[in-house]
C-alpha cells in the first residue's frame, strides 16, 4: 500500500471519530439529546436537496465531458466530486441545527 493512500485512510477514520467523541462529551455535560423532531426534518430536507443537486450535476458534468469525446474518466474527479458532496452534506447539517 503506498503511503499516500496509508495517510488518506488515517485521516479519513481521525475524521469520522472525531464528531462522535465531541457529541458523545457534550452529551454527557447536558444529558439532553441535542435534536427534536424539527430538526431532523429540516436535516432530511437538506439532505436530499443537496443529494438531489449534487446527483443531478454530476449526471450533467458525466454528460458534457462524454460530448467532449472522452471515454474515460480520472479517478481523482470521481473523490472530489465524493468529497464534495460529503462536505456539502456536513453543512447542511450544522445549519439544519442552528
Not at 465531541?22 to 452529551?27: A, G, I, V
Request: a positive charge.
Amino acid at each position: 500500500m503506498q503511503t499516500e493512500y496509508l495517510f488518506m485512510v488515517i485521516a479519513f477514520i481521525v475524521a469520522a471519530l472525531v464528531p462522535y467523541f465531541f457529541k458523545r462529551r457534550l452529551r454527557k455535560k447536558t444529558g439532553l439529546p441535542e435534536t427534536d423532531e424539527r430538526v431532523l426534518h429540516q436535516f432530511q430536507k437538506f439532505t436530499l436537496f443537496i443529494v438531489c443537486i449534487i446527483s443531478i450535476s454530476g449526471v450533467l458534468a458525466l454528460g458534457i465531458y462524454t460530448l467532449l469525446g472522452h471515454d474515460t474518466l480520472q479517478i481523482n474527479y470521481i473523490w472530489l466530486f465524493l468529497l464534495l458532496l460529503i462536505l456539502s452534506l456536513s453543512v447542511g447539517a450544522f445549519l439544519s441545527k442552528r
